[in-house]
């Protein structure tokens, strides 16, 4: 399958451990994004990249959230000191960028956090 | 600013249409997308349409956009249990590196 791929696909921690998610996004996708899903809600905005550059954060990233794409392939997101509203699906999604394209971006099923 | 809107829930008969209502508050968007997750799995890209477009046919998806009005419809004809799901509007603005904004989600409930 050569799809978004993000791992763990469920996580359960609690309130203060930190957690690290990883995402592999499709092969020749330049761009890669993290979005946040709570229940009922739609997905926000964490951030993205361009191959291994950061090019935006939201303002929902706090602190504790840190994310990078070393190589400009896969992805991590880690949350240091995790707490109870930090549990959501944490969702990934990677495009190929670039002039000409719709912009789609292509989801993975995302990692699901839970914090107790 | 950035904002999409949607009603919340749908509920239609097998075989009927289903209309899906957005709004959507920023007037540069370029693309607005409708992607459909299904329970415990990923968001999937249903349709979208250019913004110098004001409709597009998919099959059994239609897409209505009022620029003037912001708004953005999803038609589903026939609907099927199948097509029960939450279904997602979303912007991508111009010059915000591609990405999209999406609204709270249509729950979409089909009965046979």
């Known amino acids: 399958d050569t799809g978004v791929s993000q791992d763990p696909r469920h996580k359960i921690t609690k309130r203060g451990q930190n957690v690290t998610f990883r995402c592999d996004p499709i092969s020749e996708h330049n761009r890669l994004y993290w979005y946040r899903q709570t229940l009922g809600q739609g997905p926000e905005f964490l951030t993205y990249?361009?191959?291994?550059?950061?090019?935006?954060k939201s303002r929902l990233l706090s602190d504790r959230f840190s994310a990078e794409r070393p190589k400009g392939s896969f992805s991590t997101l880690e949350i240091q000191r995790t707490e109870q509203g930090d549990s959501a699906m944490y969702l990934c999604?990677?495009?190929?960028?670039?002039?000409?394209?719709?912009?789609?971006?292509?989801f993975g099923e995302g990692s699901r956090l839970t914090v107790l | 600013g950035e904002d999409v809107e949607q009603s919340l829930f749908l509920s239609v008969r097998e075989g009927d249409s289903s209309v899906i209502n957005c709004t959507y508050t920023d007037s540069s968007s370029t693309y607005l997308y409708w992607y459909k997750q299904e329970p415990g799995a990923g968001l999937q890209l249903l349709t979208y349409?250019?913004?110098?477009?004001d409709m597009k046919q998919d099959q059994r998806l239609t897409v209505l956009l009022n620029k003037k009005d912001k708004h953005l419809s999803l038609r589903i004809a026939d609907t099927q249990t199948g097509d029960s799901a939450i279904y997602f509007c979303?912007?991508?603005?111009?010059?915000?590196?591609?990405?999209?904004?999406f609204g709270q989600g249509t729950e979409l409930s089909v009965k046979p």
């Open positions: 349409i250019f913004s110098n477009m």
């Open positions: 979303a912007e991508t603005l111009y010059n915000q590196g591609g990405k999209l904004i």
């Open positions: 990249f361009q191959n291994e550059a950061q090019l935006e």
């Open positions: 999604a990677s495009s190929p960028g670039g002039q000409g394209n719709t912009g789609e971006l292509f």
